[in-house]
């Protein structure tokens, strides 16, 4: 069984280390086409330049961190959301198998002891 990290890596590891490229390459196709635009119907727009930010995965991996120390008070792990409502057993769906509700009160009263 492949942990989670290597089945999002894909079995060639690859696949994280591509993310990052396809996403500069969109960004960097996105500008070009906004360039062009631009001059091709000869606006005036100041030019913009973009930071170009680093994968990370050539930065060296850390295996410990004295929190304190590197003055961190919070961690937010972010792995991915999506939802899910297998567990609602519930006439509360609607077409697209979302909950009606408002503010979290659906109009399904429960008989309660």
Known sequence: MHSECERRKGHSGAR????????????????KTVDEFIA???????EEVLPKFRDGYDAEQVSELDLEAANINIVIWATGY???FSMVRLPIFD??????QKRGITRYRICTL
């Open 16 to 31: 994280l280390e591509r993310e990052p490229t396809r996403a500069d390459k969109f960004e960097d196709d996105f500008v």
């Open 82 to 84: 999506s939802f899910g």
């Open 95 to 100: 077409g697209d198998s979302y909950p009606v």
């Open 40 to 46: 091709k119907n000869g606006l005036d727009a100041r």
